[in-house]
């Protein structure tokens, strides 16, 4: 890629790390489902289940990091490394104090929230004895989430990349072990996974503390072990938007999952080959998601703000750079995309193969406008205007996708009535099926783009105050 600029150059130092980073974590995704795979169905049914109720907790994890980051990114982008390193103590306490209520509702509550889900029986007992052990990490996985995002929010995003990588080849290794009881290890199966996962995740914790008492990073932990309540008010008065966000979206996300499960296997299993598929495809969308967010905390803590606006419309020309040519491959390619995850034994491989490529297709028109939510939402979050994430998403998931959904893909009846004299017939649609769930997905990604691209526009969020 040539970079014409040095914004362009500056936003790229940044985004590649976290695109190798996003990609390492993907990866070791993909190792952790192949494991387990091999162990049994059930399994694989019970990591999957269980990393469903893990995804819960992300919100929280999140509206601690968000708020870190704008933070941090401001007193560095004015040259306050003391202040910055102070936001980052407060977020450490803030983050570990958090995960331990979360550790103990997995422990307590996770086998009732499995049964709310429909697990029962044998499934229940494994989904459960997997969950409490990620839950028991929770505490150290809020912590280093935190220190990544304060190393982020400094400008160094290389290393969590270092140290994610790390983590992920630990965790593939002990997935191996402990799963498959290697090396004298015990077999633990898909509770093998767990453990795994718990001790890559403390692995990552030991390698970022002792960089961060060493001096050898951007930012210091000189800790006084006091809490700062001024700091804690603004971070949580920042983060608080993002978690109603993440859990809105979460909670869109299960009714638009609800939707497009009644439409049947077939049309599901189609849906999450496309999404995984997609999932990689937008890996240079979350870098400069990233990079944006940094640079434009950092710019408007130096009394930048015209060098923030302009570092967002440079990012969004990369992205949207990056995005179109994901975009292309999907549509022009969908059919070679999908087969490798299917088995052309499989009585339903045609019908699988053919709507999940439909799926990349109606995807990959809206590619390039997703590149573009993804740096004005990061743009906003590192300006400290969390609000405005939670408004998007408030509105456009639930106007533009579910609702759309719903009735393109069920249909709809309106019956016959007569007003003012007049009288109007009655109209009935048929209904598209899993398709027009898809273009209502796609809709919503130019909708979100659009209201993010006006909040943007109107500038406010350079006179944020954190």
Known sequence: MILRNETQRRIWRLAWPAIIANISQTMLNLVDTLMVGHVSALAIAAVGLGGQV????????????????????????????KRAELVLEQSLYIAFLLGIPVLLFGWFFGDDVL??????????????????VVFLFYPVRFVVFTINSALRGAGDTKTPMKVGILMNVLNALFDYLLIYGKLGFPRLGAVGAAWASGIGISSALVVLLVLLFSNRLILKF???????????????????????ERSLFSFYNFLYMSIVTRFGDVALAAHQIGLRIESIAYMPAFGFNVATSALVGQNLGA?????????????????GLFMGVMGAVLILFPRYLVMPFLNPNDPNYGEVLHLASIYLIIVGVSEVPLGWVFV?????????????????????????????????????SIPSFHLLGFAFPGFTFEGLGVIAAWIAMSLETFTSAGMYWWIFKKGKWKHVKV
Do not use: C, H, N, Q
């Open 115 to 132: 049964r709310i889900m429909g697990a029962k029986g044998e499934l229940l007992s494994l989904a459960y004895a997997y969950l409490k």
């Open 222 to 244: 000189e800790p006084s072990w006091r809490f700062k309540w001024d700091i804690v008010e603004r971070i949580v008065r920042i983060g608080t938007p993002t978690l109603v």
């Open 303 to 319: 009394g930048k703000p015209e060098e923030a606006e302009r570092t967002v419309y440079e990012a969004m020309k990369m992205a």
């Open 54 to 81: 893990s995804w819960f907790m992300f919100p929280i994890m999140m509206s601690v990091s968000v708020g870190t980051l704008a933070l941090v990114a401001r007193a560095v982008g004015a040259k306050e490394f």
């Open 376 to 412: 004005l939402s990061g743009a906003l979050r590192g300006a400290g205007d969390t609000k405005s994430p939670m408004y998007v998403t408030a509105i456009s998931k639930l106007l533009f996708r579910i609702i759309p959904a719903y009735l393109l893909g069920f249909g709809f």
